[in-house]
Nanobody
Framework: QAQPVESGGGLVQAGGSLRLSCILS???????????MGWFRQAPGKEREFVST????????YYSDSVKGRFTLSRNNAEDTVFLQMDNLKPEDTAVYYC?????????????????????WGQGTQVTVSS
């Protein structure tokens, strides 16, 4: 089955940047372009929250209000990979970031914002922003 694998987390000072990558491995018969890809994050003691999602083609992206204007999600369908560029990072961005793959529902401005909308999850990568 499909398996997202994240990389790129680390420690950065406030105002800095990080780029997370997620490659979708383990697909036996399905094309990467059949999957909606998304990112969520979870801080200690908090619920997992939506960060961003991207359409099959990469032409449409949606962001949470907390990261809009600072984060940019893109995908390279030739390399089965999505990239989350995170700029102007803040201490409140500190969390484990999870990549997820789905595709059973229509892609709209309100879909794919809940963990239950995704079928496959990565192990997560830690992002720590120091003040």
């Amino acid at each position: 089955q499909a398996q997202p694998v994240e990389s790129g987390g680390g420690l950065v000072q406030a105002g800095g940047s990080l780029r997370l990558s997620c490659i979708l491995s383990g697909r036996a018969f399905s094309s990467f372009t059949t999957y909606i890809m998304g990112w969520f994050r979870q801080a200690p003691g908090k619920e997992r929250e939506f960060v961003s999602t991207i359409s099959w083609s990469g032409g449409t992206t949606y962001y949470s209000d907390s990261v809009k204007g600072r984060f940019t999600l893109s995908r390279n369908n030739a390399e089965d990979t999505v990239f989350l560029q995170m700029d102007n990072l803040k201490p409140e961005d500190t969390a484990v970031y999870y990549c997820a793959a789905g595709g059973r529902r229509a892609f709209t401005a309100t879909s794919y914002r809940a963990p239950g909308d995704y079928d496959y999850w990565g192990q997560g990568t830690q992002v720590t922003v120091s003040s």
